[in-house]
């Protein structure tokens, strides 16, 4: 709660009698050391005062400049030292959002954006704060029109950088200016997206012959990422009903990092007799999976020796983030491969005859009660159990921390001799 004012407040008595040219010159000076204080009193005369709409807008671009103001000095050290605590990003980033919104209003003159966009590109340039996407958010929104947006697409040019030239070329690219666009775009095709972004450009300029051209030439040397390319000939492909390209595209676009969405994604695609021709080779291809996503086909597909055989080849899962999936299947294939499955379980428990920190006694613990309850539940087997637990007991019996876990979880422990 805010302290309320006293009524014989000294400084309440002393702007009492001032005159107002005194009062003025106090703000003045205030305003003038302290760049919150200008802003305050930007807001409050706003509020307060009759202004023209010129006044209005005077205004807005000197609250605008007093935020930048504001925040330079905590910029200025993220960008000597590389970056900072937390609290002074937010706060920096906080007074950058504010800025940004209050250019995306497009009530700012374009002298104080013109002054704003200066002071922001060269930290832009530097890259060294570890803002840039607060930066370059406001760089932006300071562009009311296509002017602005060529004037910073040159800035972005002169920076160099392929980052920088990036976002010169799709501004280019946004204006409508063809001969800047693919002198840039011309500089770099290297990756798939490369090549889609400039059979797009052609593509929507009317230039389709020249557009397939280039999408084919990516599909043969583009590198990395591949997928908009790929669809981009597959619906041009689909469009003109040349089939057989289209499922050749999307088979490739399936295999590629295969996942089991994708082997779903394209099974729908296919008819039975186009599916028959595909399966085997799809198939062939789930080896080179992700070990969960090799999990996900195979129960998909009911092989269920093939999924334990996976779980099998695998080790268990040692943290909390990796292990989810991976023990449902090993708990839904408990019943149909139970010595398999234990196995699995076993291979968790790692050493049981070290020393270990209590979070990993903890992490043990787990494990040792989905063994007792493969051993006693599944297999019904309980002097299986009690055989192998009570040695595992016995081996520990002079680590607390371990028996302390273990009794926390799995059933029986405390009574185990």
């Known amino acids: 709660m805010a302290r309320k004012r006293k009524p014989d407040d000294p400084l309440v008595a002393l702007l009492a009698t001032a005159p107002p040219r005194v009062l003025a010159d106090l703000l003045i000076r205030l305003a003038a050391a302290r760049s919150d204080v200008r802003r305050e009193c930007f807001d409050f005369l706003k509020k307060h005062v009759p202004l023209s709409n010129s006044q209005h807008k005077q205004s807005d671009g000197e609250v605008l400049l007093a935020f930048w103001s504001e925040l330079v ?17 937010d706060h920096v980033a906080s007074l950058l959002y504010e800025i940004e919104q209050m250019l995306s209003r497009e009530k700012i003159d374009a002298g104080y954006r013109r002054e704003l966009l200066n002071n922001v590109l060269p930290y832009i340039d530097s890259g060294n704060a570890g803002l840039d996407d607060d930066l370059y958010a406001v760089a932006y929104a300071a562009c009311y029109d296509d002017h602005d947006l060529r004037l910073l697409a040159e800035a972005f040019e002169a920076m ?5 030239i990036d976002h010169a ?22 990756y798939g997206g490369d090549y889609h972004d400039l059979a797009s450009f052609y593509w929507k300029a009317g230039e389709k012959k020249q557009a397939m051209q280039v999408a084919e030439d990516g599909l043969r040397n583009g590198q990395g990422r ?18 057989e390209r289209y499922l050749e595209l999307q088979y490739a676009q399936a295999v590629d990092h295969l996942t089991c969405d994708k082997y779903k994604t394209f099974r729908k695609l296919c ?3 186009e599916w028959k021709a595909y399966e085997a080779k799809i198939l062939a291809r789930v080896k080179d999976a992700w070990e969960s996503e090799q999990l996900r086909i195979h129960m998909h597909r009911k092989e269920y020796d093939k999924a334990v055989a996976v779980l099998s080849r695998g080790r268990y899962p040692l943290t909390a983030w990796d292990s989810d999936y991976q023990l449902q299947i090993a708990k839904r294939l408990e019943h149909r491969f139970p010595e398999e499955i234990l196995k699995y379980y076993l291979s968790g428990l790692g050493n049981l005859k070290s020393n ?21 539940e599944v297999l019904c087997d309980k002097d299986r159990w009690h055989t192998f637990a009570t040695k595992v007991k016995q081996d520990n019996i002079k680590r607390p921390a371990f028996q302390e876990e273990f009794t926390k979880v799995v059933p029986g422990w405390r009574e185990l001799r």
């Open 226 to 243: 591949m997928d908009e390319l790929r669809q981009f000939v597959a619906q041009r492909a689909k469009d003109t009903g040349n089939r």
């Open 160 to 164: 160099q950088g392929e980052w920088k």
């Open 356 to 376: 270990a920190v209590r979070k990993e006694y903890a992490r043990k613990a787990q494990v040792m009660a989905k063994v007792r309850r493969l051993l006693v």
């Open 271 to 273: 008819t039975a007799a």
């Open 73 to 89: 000095p905590d910029l200025s050290e993220l960008d000597d030292y590389g970056g900072g605590d937390y609290e002074q990003a």
């Open 169 to 190: 070329r799709r501004i280019y690219r946004k204006i409508g200016d063809r001969d800047k666009y693919l002198e840039l775009r011309n500089r770099k095709m290297i």
